[in-house]
């Protein structure tokens, strides 16, 4: 069984740190497995480990509107997150969980078990680590990897401004092939259910098994 971590709102750059230390701290000393909620209360950009932030964001934006660009350790694209996004980390024994080395299958694995708890009409997995309605995403992910352990991290939107990743992210260079050329607002909406189902669903699915 997993510990259960509900962070209240805090500033997205101990949010940012606290994932990268509870990973380390399962890596070096073998400490619980977690699952960790948290939302921030103002909009934040936070970009992969190796991201060149120039060619994902629009720093000059972010600058004016006072918005901060982060680092995190795992890979993928830019996101943008803040109010109406919900954030859910899972930091996974690896040892106690051998079917999560393999990549491409531990996305698949952790996704569909997600996305059944969460049990929205219409929703499937799209691309690598996507849940999508249709073809409209609602939830990504990323992932780091260590000896031991898995940090897999990922956003849902329930009432998320969609207007702030146009105004915010560049249109990324890599795109999964079901986005269809479509830019950032054509292509992403809000889960049809609210913060308190979305946690419930994913405890229930970590946390009770």
Known sequence: ??????????????DVALDAALFRALEAEGSPETLRFWECRRPAVIVGALAAISRQVHEQTCLADNVPVLRRISGGGAVIVGPGCLNY???LSLDARPELRQIERSYRLIMSRIAAALDIPGLSICGLGDLAIGELKIAGCAQRRGRRTLLHHGTVLYDFDLHWMERYLKEPERRPAYRAGRRHTAFVTNAPVGPEAIREAIARAWCHN
Request: net charge negative; proline share 18%.
């Open 89 to 91: 980390s899972l930091v």
């Open 1 to 14: 069984m997993l510990r259960l971590i509900d962070s209240p709102p805090a500033d997205p750059n101990e």
